[in-house]
């Protein structure tokens, strides 16, 4: 026949903690819960960089035309400049007709070079030379034998078409622009360079010549 229970002892000490178990499965997901507050505005940010140009869209369909009345718009401002043409071929002009002989011009100033040398040859009644001479005596009164009257215009103007370097020669002047004579052909040679008188008298040479130092 068995005996009373005994009364519990006193419980021993805890023993040292077991290893940790696998971890278990997960649970389901539980239910949201309800919204928080609105939290406080923060600091404004730093402005960010320039995003890069989006793609050329495509042209939209023409409009439909609006309605015809009689009041004249303002004009609109001038668009950009199109682009330059290209160029076209060249063409060949027609030579024109040569026109009327102009009149000549005034005589010009010297220059600086010795381009140039003119010589104008005047018949007249007295004798007058290059190099000024001291004053004669007064002649004697003439007597005119005979009616006067006037005397035929003998002159020319030659100058030189290129600068004339050599020395101890004849200068002839090759560029004529005037040879007068009443009585026939011109009395100055451009090829010679020389002055044929063609009737008696006395000549009056006036030069005007610039000289370079070489």
């Not at 035309?65 to 400049?81: C, H």
């Not at 002009?93 to 026109?99: C, E």
Request: glycine share 22%; proline share 10%; hydrophobic share 25%.
């Amino acid at each position: 026949m068995d005996g009373e229970h005994g009364k519990n002892g006193v419980p021993g000490e805890n023993g040292e903690r077991g290893p940790t178990g696998p971890e278990g499965p997960k649970g389901p997901r539980g239910l949201m819960g309800p919204q928080g507050l609105t939290g406080e505005e923060g600091p404004e940010g730093c402005q960010g960089e320039p995003g890069e140009p989006g793609e050329r869209g495509e042209d939209g369909q023409p409009g439909a035309a609006g309605l015809e009345t009689k009041t004249v718009g303002l004009r609109g401002p001038a668009g950009p400049p199109g682009p330059a043409g290209e160029a076209g071929e060249a063409g060949i002009g027609i030579k024109g007709d040569l026109g009327a002989e102009g009149k000549q011009g005034l005589p010009g100033e010297p220059g600086e070079s010795s381009k140039y040398i003119y010589f104008t040859f005047l018949l007249r009644l007295k004798c007058v030379f290059l190099v000024q001479g001291p004053p004669g005596l007064d002649g004697a009164d003439g007597i005119c034998e005979q009616a006067c009257s006037p005397q035929d215009q003998v002159n020319f103007m030659a100058g030189l078409s290129a600068h004339f370097q050599q020395r101890g020669e004849s200068i002839p002047f090759d560029t004529v622009l005037t040879n007068q004579n009443d009585n026939g052909e011109g009395a100055y040679d451009a090829d010679t360079g020389s002055f044929t008188a063609p009737v008696d008298g006395t000549y009056v040479f006036h030069v005007h010549v610039l000289l370079r130092k070489f």
